[in-house]
């Protein structure tokens, strides 16, 4: 068996590397995204492994039938850029990972919170001036607020376990409800309702698809008055400019996020050099009141190697027995 892997960073070789050594199976490391050209270095392998934010373009997989590849393992959870028909068309099967590890997000979630609800950013910044005087930054507790968490899926309930260990009030909503947390009652109807009651709101939930969004000023004006927005999960979850004019307007208090609805090509790039020209996030970047960060949430050490092994274990599993516990469905 010999496998390719694409879009390897320096922080995954090791673990891919080890995984290759221990397992006897040559994995070829290349740093480039899987493109319609670079997919040519896969002649002669038996499966791809990838991770990239942009869109895999569907002349990919073309090529790969071409040349008798028919998995492809990412080493992420989304699947939101790739395209299922095309896939289907070349009979290839899809795996990902679908928990590296749920507590690197749900603790970020917390930790954007808590630097937050104590004015860090400002503070800092501050700090860096010598300006040392506490005014205006007092903070908040999270003890005495009710954190919504949305999506109950792994990640969710990782929050909820922290945020509760916080000594928070939680609710939660999801289509699906997990029993142990329907027993504790946990549950709201919908979401109106968990915006409605909530004074931190945390999206663990996938993208809603193009144009759909869970925070915009409509959903926004639902919410309590001073409330806050993580998003640790999808940048198209949330319209950026309305959430960006409720935090300007005081109605929020402020937002953490982590991804952002424009975040490819300009997150884990280093544009410093650069003329800076998307003016909302520009805004949210000078804000005291947003705290930004380029989709680190998953980024420690723990997660980057699950990520590295687990997908090229799904990619064996898949080669040997023809499936994977990490399969994806496809669809019809
Ligand atoms: C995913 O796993 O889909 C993520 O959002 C994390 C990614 C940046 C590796």
Do not use: C
């Amino acid at each position: 068996m010999k496998l390719i892997d694409f879009g390897v960073r320096e922080d995954e070789k090791k673990y891919i590397e080890e995984w290759s050594t221990e397992n006897n199976i040559e994995v070829k490391i290349v740093s480039d995204l899987l493109t319609p050209e670079t997919v040519q270095l896969a002649k002669g392998y038996d499966g791809i492994v990838a991770y990239q934010q942009l869109p895999y373009d569907e002349k990919i997989f073309d090529v790969m039938n071409e040349y008798g590849i028919h998995v492809l393992s990412l080493r992420n959870v989304g699947v939101d850029n790739v395209p299922f028909a095309a896939l289907k068309r070349n009979q290839i099967r899809l795996t990902n990972v679908p928990s590296y590890s749920p507590e690197a997000i749900a603790e970020y979630s917390v930790t954007g919170l808590m630097a937050l609800l104590r004015n860090l950013k400002h503070m800092i910044r501050k700090v860096d001036q010598h300006d040392f005087r506490w005014a205006p930054d007092i903070g908040r507790e999270l003890n005495q607020l009710t954190v919504g968490v949305a999506g109950t899926g792994r990640i969710g309930r990782a929050a909820i376990k922290i945020y509760q260990g916080f000594g928070a009030k939680v609710i939660a909503y999801d289509k699906f409800h997990n029993p142990e947390l329907e027993k504790e009652g946990m549950y709201v109807d919908d979401l109106d309702t968990l915006l409605k009651e909530s004074d931190v709101v945390t999206l663990h939930i996938p993208s809603l698809g193009k144009g759909h969004t869970l925070i915009n000023s409509k959903s926004i004006a639902e919410m309590k008055d001073n409330a806050i927005v993580i998003n640790t999960a999808r940048g198209d979850l949330i319209n950026t400019k309305d959430l960006y004019d409720a935090v300007a307007s005081g109605k929020l208090y402020g937002a953490v996020l982590d991804v952002y609805e424009k975040e490819v090509g300009v997150f884990n790039s280093d544009l410093s050099d650069q003329e800076f020209s998307d003016e909302v996030l520009d805004k949210v970047i000078k804000s005291p009141r947003f705290i930004l960060t380029p989709h680190i949430a998953f980024y420690t050490t723990k997660a980057v190697k699950n990520m590295a092994t687990v997908s090229l274990n799904a990619m064996v599993s898949e080669l040997n027995t023809g499936t994977s516990e990490n399969e994806i469905d496809l669809g019809k």
